[in-house]
């Protein structure tokens, strides 16, 4: 009996995706456990602190602003520059040159999540939100084992040892990419033929300025978490390090959680309420004078930010932009992340207080949460689907 030939998986494969995720989440997290030590090594203030994340958020907005139809090309790419920055950064010893390597770390991780992102917005057209969410999954898991092995393995290792093995994982991954990859480019999404109007030239300032601010909004409350907890919190390092362990597991259990509640909920139903959950939390966090109340915010910021991300961007992959316009449209979430965080810095270091800068976040969670409330000019995404139907 002859079998049909089964057609090919697409490339990257899902387990493949699930890896790129993984990576690109942990690396987005690097800074935050291990942003004391280096402070301490290189004898930083907050606000020059804060140039380590802006130079590698920027790196970031880059990677995803460049992102175009060679999609799976550009995730192989994407894990290649991140080694690359990786390496470069275990060998410096200074401000300016690790501000370098970080730039070229935070390419990589961006047009790793672009490209990843777009792919899985364009291949899973039912039920978008929630499949976006189990392959966030991923990413909130690798964003959680950041300060997990941060915790385990500094009291025991250099961080050169520890980021110097992260590398050869991006390496080996990179390379595998490679090799899944067909010599012909007929699994790169086509050029579309669409030409954008004035109503998708509003959308995509809308959803560039949301995903800014959360952008934003997600790296303030992350990267600083660390130093907040030390700071205010009256415990060790490596118990300030599990705080932002809590925040991740509060995360990923929320997207978990999301890919499920996106099969009931609308996607703007459940980012509203997400979103006002998180102010909530935020103001509670900056209220709280102990580790332990510190680390039960943390958990409850985590569950509220976690659907943030994958509600809204399904809903504007829902009005089916082009490959560039999607990329665009992500790297405005790296750029929040850069200036957002780094400005949270410079006001900690000129008031003195990093307690008074975390009103930045929060003040960042109701510009979101009016952002949502804004009128779009043209039909809603729902509304483009059942036209389109």
Request: glycine share 8%; aromatic share 6%.
């Amino acid at each position: 009996m002859i079998m049909a030939a089964m057609p090919p998986a697409p490339k990257p494969t899902l387990p493949l995706m699930h890896a790129g995720f993984l990576l690109a989440g942990l690396g987005t997290f690097l800074l935050g456990p291990i942003l004391p030590i280096l402070s301490r090594q290189w004898h930083l203030s907050d606000q020059q602190s804060g140039l380590l994340l802006l130079a590698q958020f920027t790196g970031a907005t880059l990677g995803g602003a460049t992102v175009s139809q060679r999609l799976p090309r550009a995730f192989t790419s994407g894990l290649a520059s991140a080694a690359t920055g990786l390496l470069l950064f275990v060998n410096v010893d200074n401000l300016s040159l690790a501000c370098l390597a970080l730039l070229l770390f935070g390419f990589g991780i961006g047009r790793i999540i672009a490209s990843l992102n777009i792919l899985a917005g364009n291949r899973y057209t039912r039920q978008r939100g929630s499949a976006l969410s189990r392959l966030n999954l991923s990413f909130s898991l690798g964003c959680l084992l950041s300060p997990l092995l941060a915790a385990q393995l500094t009291p025991h290792l250099s961080l050169f040892t520890i980021l110097a093995s992260l590398c050869v994982v991006f390496i080996v991954t990179a390379a595998i990419a490679a090799a899944s990859q067909r010599k012909d480019i007929t699994d790169d999404l086509q050029p579309t033929t669409e030409t954008p109007t004035k109503f998708l030239t509003a959308t995509f300032l809308l959803f560039a300025a949301i995903l800014f601010f959360y952008g934003g909004l997600e790296t303030c409350l992350s990267a600083w978490l660390t130093t907040y907890v030390l700071r205010y919190g009256q415990t060790s390092l490596v118990l300030s390090q599990y705080t932002l362990v809590l925040l991740l597991c509060g995360l990923t259990a929320g997207r978990a959680l999301a890919a499920w509640l996106l099969t009931r909920l609308s996607e703007s139903t459940l980012l509203r309420l997400a979103l006002a959950l998180t102010i909530a939390c935020a103001a509670a966090l900056s209220l709280a004078h102990s580790a332990a109340l510190i680390a039960i915010e943390a958990v409850a910021l985590g569950a509220c930010l976690a659907p943030i991300f994958p509600a809204a961007f399904a809903l504007y992959m829902a009005l089916k932009p082009t490959p560039r316009q999607a990329g665009l449209v992500l790297a405005g979430s790296g750029l929040g992340a850069a200036a957002i965080p780094y400005l949270m810095g410079a006001v900690s270091t000129h008031t003195g207080s990093l307690r008074l800068a975390l009103t930045l976040p929060i003040a960042t969670a109701v510009i979101l949460m009016l952002l949502t409330l804004t009128p779009r000019s043209g039909p809603s995404p729902h509304e483009v689907l059942a036209a389109r139907e």
